[in-house]
């Protein structure tokens, strides 16, 4: 997946992982090529309108639900054709790359064999520990807080020890909101930025009618 050399370099895309609260990264994810498509899905959260109020039709109870479907190439070549920079490709394909972005939906073990412990001395967890922050960085301007929802891996092609050297991750991710976050947290934070800057894009258009073919309101 070559450019052309007077081509600007792109910035990559990717997942920075925070810890609970929001405070500090534990590690990044940058993709490896940036998708070359990603699909939005944004439903509207309107009221319930089968309570016969006639105003309820132009109501909105909160933001719309907001989907993402992006589909990320992991794929080890470029690393093969230099194996002494490399030993960890070579060994492994690209085991690790899948591994980062499995354990992003998966609790860390060190926590499972807790609450096992907790649960074998009669101790009852009423809550699960707090998962960690996901944000899904599309460039400066959108840095969202998110939820990985589907998670599909499409190995393609392996080394003579069967190691993946080529794979296709089709993620689903959900946009968190406000209405899912605690608010003054960092990811609530987040979604008002994202929120704001769309309000702002929007608002550049104006009120003119005239490129409608109109010459005034209906």
């Given amino acids: 997946m070559t450019t052309f050399p007077g081509s600007p370099r792109t910035v990559r895309g990717g997942f920075v992982v925070m810890d609970a609260d929001g405070r500090a990264a534990v590690r990044t ?8 498509t990603l699909t939005r899905t944004l439903t509207p959260r309107g009221a319930d309108a089968g309570t016969g109020d006639r105003l309820e039709a132009l109501r909105l109870v909160g933001p719309p639900v907001e989907t993402i479907k992006l589909e990320v190439v992991l ?53 699960p520990l707090p998962s960690p922050l996901l944000l899904l960085v599309l460039g400066a301007d959108r840095t969202l807080p998110v939820r990985i929802t589907d998670f599909t891996v499409t190995e393609e092609a392996f080394d003579t020890r069967l190691h993946p050297i080529l794979a296709r991750v089709g993620l689903g991710v959900r946009v968190l909101s406000f209405d899912d976050l605690p608010m003054g947290s960092k990811g609530a934070e987040l979604f008002l930025t994202a929120a704001r800057r769309r309000e702002r894009l929007a608002g550049r258009r104006g009120a003119d009618v005239s490129g409608l073919g109109l010459s005034r309101l209906p």
Avoid at 97 to 110: G, V
């Fill in 29 to 36: 994810i940058p993709f490896q090529y940036n998708p070359e």
């Fill in 75 to 127: 794929d080890a070549t470029d690393r093969l054709e230099k194996p002494d920079r490399n030993p960890d490709t070579v060994a492994e394909g690209i085991g690790a790359d899948l591994a980062e972005l499995e354990t992003m939906i998966s609790p860390a073990t060190a926590d499972l064999v807790a609450a096992e412990a907790l649960a074998r001395r009669g101790t009852l967890e009423v809550l």
